[in-house]
Nanobody, 118 residues
């Protein structure tokens, strides 16, 4: 299963960006999808996750500013980021787990750069 993330870029503090992630391949069902990020010199950290039923979980650092959503019909994941701060600068990765026809999968996208700077 392949994940393709897009939507990153350069934005000023206080601005907004929307990331997208599309899953493709031999997919039977996708369970939990999520966004993670990795800043230079730091470990990858959780941004938030969303279950197939739509239940969400967010890191404290992004609560109230970021919103995760998904379109199950399109096997797609989104991250709406508002009120961006310089500390949100990182490479953002999408993740999905579920089942292919015959085996489970846990896949990562290639990452998309988000830079928050004036």
């Amino acid at each position: 299963v392949q994940l393709q993330a897009s939507g990153g870029g350069l934005v000023q503090p206080g601005g907004s960006l929307r990331l997208s992630c599309a899953a493709s391949g031999n997919i039977f069902a996708i369970n939990t999808m999520g966004w993670y990020r990795q800043a230079p010199g730091k470990q990858r950290e959780l941004v938030g996750t969303i279950t197939k039923g739509g239940s969400t979980n967010y890191a404290d650092s992004v609560k109230g500013r970021f919103t995760i959503s998904r379109d199950n019909a399109k096997n797609s994941l989104y991250l709406q980021m508002n009120s961006l701060k310089p500390e949100d600068t990182a490479v953002y990765y999408c993740n999905a787990n579920g089942r292919r026809f015959g085996a489970p999968f846990d896949s990562w996208g290639q990452g998309t750069q988000v830079t928050v700077s004036s």
